[in-house]
């Protein structure tokens, strides 16, 4: 997989098939759910992110060392987490007897994220107690 890039904002995904089952426990067909407006599946890659122009590139400065004139803002998206994105969005590709979908990042409507960094809850009144 590691030939294969992925650019810009878009997101490769490996969709999730089979049937699904309902919060009530109601088991859905596979050709149900492909009519939600909504799918879902695991992130694979993810692109750079968005394009944006290098504030420090200069070509009036020849003096100055040779920067790249874009930088790229980072999508949050990651490999590994769990995407749900517009079904209208997703274009369908075959990659090594695999099927996939890319989406654009902002397709993208919810993450689910098996191990979210760990946060710090420390609070001023923490931090008090180490300066004595």
Not at 62 to 90: I, M, N, S
Not at 94 to 104: A, G, K
Not at 125 to 130: A, K, Q, T, V
């Amino acid at each position: 997989m590691s030939e294969l890039i992925v650019v810009g904002d878009r997101v490769l995904i490996e969709p999730q098939v089979g049937e699904q089952k309902t919060d009530s426990g109601l088991v859905l067909p596979a050709s149900v759910a492909e009519q939600e407006n909504v799918r879902s599946g695991r992130v694979v890659k993810t692109g750079p992110g968005y394009l944006t122009p290098n504030p420090e590139y200069s070509e009036s400065e020849t003096w100055k060392q040779t920067d790249d004139p874009v930088r790229y803002l980072p999508l949050q998206a990651r490999p590994g987490d769990f995407a749900f994105f517009l079904r209208k969005e997703a274009i369908e590709i075959r990659y090594e007897d695999t099927s996939y979908l890319i989406v654009p990042h902002s397709a993208i409507l919810a993450l689910v994220r098996e191990h979210p960094e760990e946060r710090s809850d420390t609070t001023l009144d923490d931090l008090e107690g180490l300066l004595d």
